[in-house]
């Protein structure tokens, strides 16, 4: 069955027939099952997501071991070359050269190379680092040498209590307090002191790297299901894609919200609670070690596998079946294509599920982009056929520009310009809208950096609900704003109300931290979506825009506009400033001015341009006029 969707398309599957046993029904999972009961399954969670992927530690990668190990021995090997340098009389001087010299030629390799080897290869470079360092030791007892290659000790022990699992920790704790301890007793290389020290000192290092390392796992572990939250996922999916190697990588997206909303309205939130508890201790032994399955929101989970359609299907059959007991799900997936980046493949995966919601029942859509539309925007984005232009957003009272709200435009050679109204929908449904959307964020900051810095400015970029849900969004923003240089008040993101999950704690949780750094949050389209004031007093924000319809609705002979005097007179209430969108004509500004509207946009102040019109107007009050004049 071919679900048509515009210009992308999904392919979609019939609902899918239990296949599996009565034993892998919910029933014998143990619905009943209390809250305490489940501490004894907390580590088979744990275990799948540990099992899915090389590395032993949330922090762990080639890339951050490498770095950390070619700073050490980058490190040793300078001392090593200090220290022969200011003791020319030391006995051992040409050894130490030549270990120094190996030392740095190691570093350069590793920062180079390093992010190539695997885990059992960083295990080896510990222990062979730790026996060159006992004979270091041996070979120097009694002289100031050996204290100094003592104290590359605690480096090492941060090193594998950042990075290796806890059998490896154990034998390198192991090996190297051994060590400190044969250097003491047995050589008599170190002084008492400077031994007792190292012991205090490795312990520390010990405890404090691997309580920063459990709470970085914490970060990334949802507390109810002990499976692996968004951030979690992320971190899977970016070692995936890198360790593919063209091997079929799917992503399967589960919406069990009615569900859950069932469990509840029946027997209350707990009831909920264990619902999700009870299906994910079903799933993940459905699963096996090689599928991740993470939390993807508060009623929807991912599932990760090593393989292409029919192996997803097939499984996803197995989870229902498992969950035959509670009822059926939607879900949507996608397949990884090379090129596809993390943020495509959770958009593809993202859009196939909403195709699955909208058809209803227990189906599975599957993303597939048959009319290239992912590929053709993609190739837009790259040749430079996307283009930000910026729509001029003036003070009320006076006329001034006080910045401008970017906006993405396509022109197309040899079709012109596309209007948005067509390309953003296909991008919307294919998932490219992420992608899109960073990039114009990007764009957008670099341009209002070059703007005069000595008048006060700001850029309005906008953000889905969607996109703030994403666990490195916050990171994003961060990113763009430091590289353009801008400061980040004068960066303005704009939310549109209808797509904001005012629960999602996620989603406020992003922006109270971006308004936390500067940022200013508008809500967008305000009175259009599930308005209500409970909402609106949830939401972090600093600026309520006022939609166009409710500005269209003005007449020339209106002497009141009761709905604007209520939208201002709340946004004042609440401490908001107010902008206007869709002006065009000098009566509606002169009642939005009249009713303490702060700011307007529209054709009447100027139509998208360049920015550096916007950069012209700001420079001076003098161009403004002219300016907004030759841009209408």
């Known amino acids: 069955m071919r679900l048509d969707t515009g210009r992308g398309a999904f392919l979609g599957s019939a609902p899918d027939p239990p296949i599996t046993p009565p034993g892998r029904a919910l029933r014998e999972a143990g619905v009943g099952e209390t809250m305490r009961e489940r501490v004894s399954a ?4 744990r275990g799948a997501a540990e099992r899915f992927g090389p590395h032993p530690s949330v922090i762990a990668s080639g890339r951050a071991m490498a770095r950390f190990s070619a700073v050490c021995y980058l490190t040793g090997g300078l001392v090593g070359f200090l220290t022969a340098w200011l003791v020319p009389a030391w006995e051992e001087r040409a050894a130490a050269l030549i270990v120094s010299a190996i030392a740095l030629i190691s570093g350069v390799l590793l920062a180079g190379y390093g992010a190539r080897l695997s885990i059992r290869a960083f295990y080896l470079l510990v222990f062979a680092t730790i026996g060159v360092l006992a004979v270091q030791l041996s070979t120097q007892r009694g ?25 490896a ?10 060590l400190i301890a044969v250097a003491e007793f047995a050589w008599q290389a170190l002084p008492v002191a400077i031994a007792a020290t190292l012991v205090c000192v490795n312990t520390v290092v010990a405890a404090v790297t691997g309580w920063l390392v459990r709470a970085a796992a914490e970060a990334e572990t949802d507390l109810l299901t002990g499976l692996p939250n968004r951030r979690g996922l992320v971190r899977a999916l970016r070692t995936a894609l890198a360790d593919c190697d063209g091997e079929p990588l799917t992503l399967a997206l589960l919406d069990v919200e009615q569900l859950v909303d069932t469990a509840a309205a029946r027997r209350g939130p707990a009831a909920a609670d264990e619902l999700l508890y009870t299906l994910v201790r079903a799933w993940v032994a459905e699963a096996g070690p090689t599928t991740l399955i993470a939390r993807y929101g508060d009623a929807s989970f991912a599932v990760l596998v090593r393989g292409g359609v029919s192996a997803t299907t097939a499984l996803l059959a197995r989870l229902r079946a498992a969950a035959s007991t509670a009822g059926g799900f939607p879900a949507g997936t996608a397949g990884h294509r090379p090129g596809d980046s ?75 310009s596309v209007p948005p109204s067509e390309f953003i929908p296909d991008a919307e449904r294919s998932g490219f809208i992420r992608v899109l959307d960073r990039w114009v964020l990007r764009t957008a900051c670099r341009t209002a950096a070059s703007w005069p810095s000595d008048v006060p400015s ?13 666990p490195d969004y916050y990171e994003q923003v961060v990113t763009a704003l430091e590289d353009a240089g801008l400061p980040a008040d004068r960066l303005v993101l704009e939310v549109t109300e209808s797509t904001l999950d005012a629960e999602s704690a996620a989603a406020l949780e992003v922006l109270r931290r971006l308004r936390g750094l500067g940022v200013r949050i508008a809500i967008d389209d305000f009175g259009t979506g599930y308005s209500s004031l409970s909402r609106l007093h949830r939401l972090p ?16 002979t209106d002497q009141e506009a009761p709905v604007i005097a209520a939208i201002t007179a709340l946004a004042r209430t609440l401490g908001l400033r107010t902008v206007a969108e869709g002006v065009e004509e000098p009566y509606q500004a002169a009642l939005l001015r009249r009713y303490g509207c702060d700011e307007i946009q529209g054709w009447l102040c100027g139509r998208p341009g360049d920015g550096d019109l916007v950069g012209a107007a700001l420079a001076g009050p003098h161009v403004v006029a002219q300016v907004l004049a030759g841009n209408r």
């Open 169 to 178: 920790t154990l034998l390198a704790d192991a090996g190297i307090l051994g």
């Open 541 to 556: 924000a600093d600026i309520l825009k006022i939609d166009r319809s409710f500005v269209a609705e003005l007449r020339p």
């Open 342 to 416: 993390l943020t495509l493949l959770t958009g593809h995966a993202e859009s196939a599920l909403l195709e699955a919601r909208r058809v209803g029942g227990n189906r599975t859509v599957h993303y597939e982009d048959t009319a290239g539309v992912t590929s053709q925007l993609t190739a837009a984005l790259t040749a430079g056929e996307f283009a930000v232009v910026y729509q001029p957003i003036v003070d009320a009272a006076d006329g001034r520009v006080t910045g401008a709200e970017a906006l993405a435009r396509w022109i197309r050679p040899g079709f012109g």
């Open 42 to 45: 907390e580590s088979g969670l």
């Open 458 to 470: 700001k850029v309005t970029v906008n953000v889905s609900g969607q996109e703030l849900d994403q």
């Open 143 to 167: 002289h100031a040498e050996a204290t100094a290659a003592a104290l590359l000790l605690p480096l090492l022990s941060m090193f594998v209590h950042a990075f290796f699992d806890r059998r």
